[in-house]
Protein backbone atom coordinates (compact mmCIF):
# COMPACT_ATOMS: atom_id res chain seq x y z
CA UNK A 1 0.00 0.00 0.00
CA UNK A 2 1.09 3.36 -0.94
CA UNK A 3 2.46 5.50 2.42
CA UNK A 4 3.34 8.78 3.28
CA UNK A 5 6.02 10.24 0.78
CA UNK A 6 8.45 13.19 1.83
CA UNK A 7 11.82 14.37 0.29
CA UNK A 8 14.08 15.12 0.15
CA UNK A 9 15.27 12.24 2.88
CA UNK A 10 18.51 14.37 4.02
CA UNK A 11 19.18 18.45 3.57
CA UNK A 12 21.79 20.12 4.58
CA UNK A 13 21.74 24.33 4.78
CA UNK A 14 24.03 27.30 6.06
CA UNK A 15 22.36 29.91 8.67
CA UNK A 16 20.22 31.85 6.96
CA UNK A 17 19.37 29.93 3.95
CA UNK A 18 16.09 28.61 3.12
CA UNK A 19 14.50 25.31 2.62
CA UNK A 20 11.77 23.54 1.31
CA UNK A 21 10.45 20.02 2.41
CA UNK A 22 7.90 18.46 -0.03
CA UNK A 23 5.24 15.31 0.97
CA UNK A 24 2.91 13.46 -0.55
CA UNK A 25 -0.30 12.59 1.52
CA UNK A 26 -1.20 9.01 0.57
CA UNK A 27 -4.05 8.75 -1.65
CA UNK A 28 -7.67 10.17 -1.08
CA UNK A 29 -6.18 11.47 2.59
CA UNK A 30 -7.29 15.15 2.37
CA UNK A 31 -5.23 16.00 5.69
CA UNK A 32 -1.50 16.63 6.11
CA UNK A 33 0.23 17.89 9.33
CA UNK A 34 3.64 18.93 10.12
CA UNK A 35 5.67 18.21 12.75
CA UNK A 36 8.99 18.68 13.94
CA UNK A 37 11.14 16.26 16.05
CA UNK A 38 14.50 17.64 17.67
CA UNK A 39 16.69 14.93 18.76
CA UNK A 40 15.76 12.73 21.69
CA UNK A 41 12.41 14.73 21.82
CA UNK A 42 8.91 13.90 21.28
CA UNK A 43 7.35 15.51 17.54
CA UNK A 44 6.09 19.10 18.12
CA UNK A 45 3.35 19.76 16.24
CA UNK A 46 3.98 22.70 13.39
CA UNK A 47 0.76 23.01 11.21
CA UNK A 48 -2.11 21.28 9.13
CA UNK A 49 -4.49 21.56 6.14
CA UNK A 50 -7.77 20.21 5.60
CA UNK A 51 -8.91 20.12 2.00
CA UNK A 52 -6.29 22.63 0.80
CA UNK A 53 -7.06 24.83 3.30
CA UNK A 54 -4.68 25.85 6.43
CA UNK A 55 -6.70 23.76 9.97
CA UNK A 56 -4.62 23.99 13.13
CA UNK A 57 -1.39 26.12 13.92
CA UNK A 58 1.07 24.68 16.18
CA UNK A 59 4.60 25.66 17.30
CA UNK A 60 5.48 26.69 13.63
CA UNK A 61 8.12 29.82 13.78
CA UNK A 62 7.05 33.16 11.59
CA UNK A 63 9.99 32.17 9.62
CA UNK A 64 8.10 29.19 8.55
CA UNK A 65 5.48 28.53 6.12
CA UNK A 66 3.51 26.05 4.42
CA UNK A 67 0.84 25.55 1.70
CA UNK A 68 -1.19 22.52 0.27
CA UNK A 69 -2.03 22.35 -3.47
CA UNK A 70 -4.85 20.92 -5.46
CA UNK A 71 -3.15 17.51 -5.90
CA UNK A 72 -3.07 17.68 -1.98
CA UNK A 73 0.55 17.30 -2.13
CA UNK A 74 2.31 19.70 1.01
CA UNK A 75 5.57 21.71 0.68
CA UNK A 76 7.15 23.14 4.34
CA UNK A 77 8.75 25.98 3.69
CA UNK A 78 11.70 27.47 5.76
CA UNK A 79 13.45 30.81 5.76
CA UNK A 80 16.13 31.82 7.24
CA UNK A 81 17.30 29.13 8.78
CA UNK A 82 19.07 29.11 12.16
CA UNK A 83 20.79 25.90 14.02
CA UNK A 84 18.28 25.32 15.94
CA UNK A 85 16.15 24.41 13.06
CA UNK A 86 18.03 21.72 12.59
CA UNK A 87 16.01 18.59 13.38
CA UNK A 88 13.44 15.69 11.19
CA UNK A 89 10.50 17.33 10.23
CA UNK A 90 7.56 14.20 9.59
CA UNK A 91 4.53 14.81 7.24
CA UNK A 92 1.86 12.77 7.89
CA UNK A 93 -1.96 12.22 6.48
CA UNK A 94 -4.93 10.88 7.54
CA UNK A 95 -8.46 10.78 5.92
CA UNK A 96 -10.54 13.17 7.72
CA UNK A 97 -9.57 16.58 9.82
CA UNK A 98 -8.25 15.21 12.84
CA UNK A 99 -9.53 11.64 13.28
CA UNK A 100 -6.74 10.53 15.18
CA UNK A 101 -5.03 8.03 13.17
CA UNK A 102 -2.36 9.48 11.66
CA UNK A 103 -0.19 7.74 9.22
CA UNK A 104 3.95 9.19 8.84
CA UNK A 105 6.48 9.60 6.05
CA UNK A 106 9.87 8.42 6.86
CA UNK A 107 10.91 12.37 7.75
CA UNK A 108 13.49 15.02 6.63
CA UNK A 109 16.45 15.35 8.45
CA UNK A 110 17.22 18.54 8.38
CA UNK A 111 20.90 19.97 9.56
CA UNK A 112 21.76 23.42 9.61
CA UNK A 113 25.45 24.40 9.60
CA UNK B 1 -0.38 23.16 25.07
CA UNK B 2 -1.59 19.81 26.67
CA UNK B 3 1.08 17.77 28.53
CA UNK B 4 1.12 14.47 28.38
CA UNK B 5 2.94 12.21 30.79
CA UNK B 6 4.90 9.12 29.94
CA UNK B 7 6.22 6.81 31.67
CA UNK B 8 8.79 5.00 32.26
CA UNK B 9 11.72 6.86 29.74
CA UNK B 10 13.38 4.65 29.56
CA UNK B 11 13.30 0.09 30.08
CA UNK B 12 15.52 -2.41 29.71
CA UNK B 13 14.47 -5.81 29.86
CA UNK B 14 15.29 -9.60 28.76
CA UNK B 15 13.74 -11.18 25.97
CA UNK B 16 10.87 -12.84 26.54
CA UNK B 17 9.52 -10.79 29.18
CA UNK B 18 6.83 -8.66 29.49
CA UNK B 19 6.45 -4.76 29.05
CA UNK B 20 4.31 -2.01 30.45
CA UNK B 21 4.31 1.44 29.95
CA UNK B 22 1.20 4.05 30.26
CA UNK B 23 0.72 7.87 29.76
CA UNK B 24 -1.54 10.41 31.64
CA UNK B 25 -3.18 13.50 31.64
CA UNK B 26 -4.07 16.09 33.13
CA UNK B 27 -7.53 16.77 31.04
CA UNK B 28 -9.98 14.26 29.19
CA UNK B 29 -8.75 13.24 25.93
CA UNK B 30 -11.23 11.59 23.42
CA UNK B 31 -8.63 9.78 21.55
CA UNK B 32 -5.28 7.84 22.57
CA UNK B 33 -3.02 5.98 20.40
CA UNK B 34 0.48 4.50 20.51
CA UNK B 35 3.05 4.72 18.17
CA UNK B 36 6.38 2.99 17.56
CA UNK B 37 9.57 4.83 16.10
CA UNK B 38 12.63 3.26 15.26
CA UNK B 39 15.73 5.53 14.76
CA UNK B 40 16.02 7.96 11.77
CA UNK B 41 11.93 6.85 10.97
CA UNK B 42 8.52 7.49 11.00
CA UNK B 43 6.05 6.93 13.81
CA UNK B 44 4.16 3.98 13.22
CA UNK B 45 0.70 3.32 14.58
CA UNK B 46 0.43 0.54 16.39
CA UNK B 47 -3.10 0.56 18.32
CA UNK B 48 -6.03 3.62 18.39
CA UNK B 49 -8.14 3.53 21.12
CA UNK B 50 -11.54 5.81 21.19
CA UNK B 51 -13.83 4.78 23.90
CA UNK B 52 -13.41 4.81 27.72
CA UNK B 53 -12.34 1.85 28.81
CA UNK B 54 -11.70 0.27 25.33
CA UNK B 55 -9.06 -2.30 25.44
CA UNK B 56 -7.86 -3.10 22.10
CA UNK B 57 -4.85 -5.80 21.24
CA UNK B 58 -2.98 -5.91 18.28
CA UNK B 59 -0.68 -9.32 18.52
CA UNK B 60 1.46 -9.36 21.40
CA UNK B 61 0.31 -5.97 22.08
CA UNK B 62 -2.59 -4.60 24.29
CA UNK B 63 -3.34 -1.38 25.32
CA UNK B 64 -6.54 0.37 27.13
CA UNK B 65 -8.10 3.72 26.89
CA UNK B 66 -8.83 4.91 30.66
CA UNK B 67 -12.08 4.64 32.35
CA UNK B 68 -11.40 8.24 33.66
CA UNK B 69 -10.28 9.16 29.93
CA UNK B 70 -6.90 10.53 31.55
CA UNK B 71 -4.60 7.77 30.75
CA UNK B 72 -3.48 4.73 28.83
CA UNK B 73 -1.33 1.77 28.88
CA UNK B 74 -0.01 -0.32 26.55
CA UNK B 75 1.47 -3.70 27.30
CA UNK B 76 3.78 -6.00 25.05
CA UNK B 77 3.92 -9.52 25.74
CA UNK B 78 6.74 -12.25 25.32
CA UNK B 79 9.39 -9.07 24.29
CA UNK B 80 11.66 -10.05 21.06
CA UNK B 81 14.51 -7.99 20.03
CA UNK B 82 12.66 -6.30 17.32
CA UNK B 83 10.77 -4.74 19.86
CA UNK B 84 13.53 -2.11 20.62
CA UNK B 85 12.17 0.68 19.88
CA UNK B 86 10.91 4.45 21.11
CA UNK B 87 7.20 3.89 21.75
CA UNK B 88 4.73 7.41 22.22
CA UNK B 89 1.26 7.84 23.37
CA UNK B 90 -0.40 10.40 21.63
CA UNK B 91 -3.78 11.87 22.67
CA UNK B 92 -6.60 14.33 21.39
CA UNK B 93 -8.21 16.43 23.64
CA UNK B 94 -10.84 17.32 21.44
CA UNK B 95 -10.62 18.08 17.64
CA UNK B 96 -7.28 18.89 17.52
CA UNK B 97 -4.11 17.76 15.98
CA UNK B 98 -2.31 14.95 18.12
CA UNK B 99 -0.23 15.95 21.20
CA UNK B 100 2.64 13.27 21.83
CA UNK B 101 3.85 12.07 24.86
CA UNK B 102 8.29 12.42 25.80
CA UNK B 103 8.40 8.57 24.50
CA UNK B 104 9.61 5.22 25.73
CA UNK B 105 12.63 3.90 25.32
CA UNK B 106 12.65 0.50 24.60
CA UNK B 107 16.30 -1.91 24.81
CA UNK B 108 15.37 -5.51 24.58
CA UNK B 109 18.36 -7.95 25.62
CA UNK B 110 18.79 -11.29 23.87
Known amino acids: AAGVIQSPRHLIKEKRETATLKCYPIPRHDTVYWYQQGPGQDPQFLIS???????DKGSIPDRFSAQQFSDYHSELNMSSLELGDSALYFCASSLGKNTGELFFGEGSRLTVL | GQQLNQSPQSMFIQEGEDVSMNCTSSSIFNTWLWYKQDPGEGPVLLIALYKAGELTSNGRLTAQFGITRKDSFLNISASIPSDVGIYFCAGQPGNTPLVFGKGTRLSVIA
Open chain 1, 49 to 55: FYEKMQS
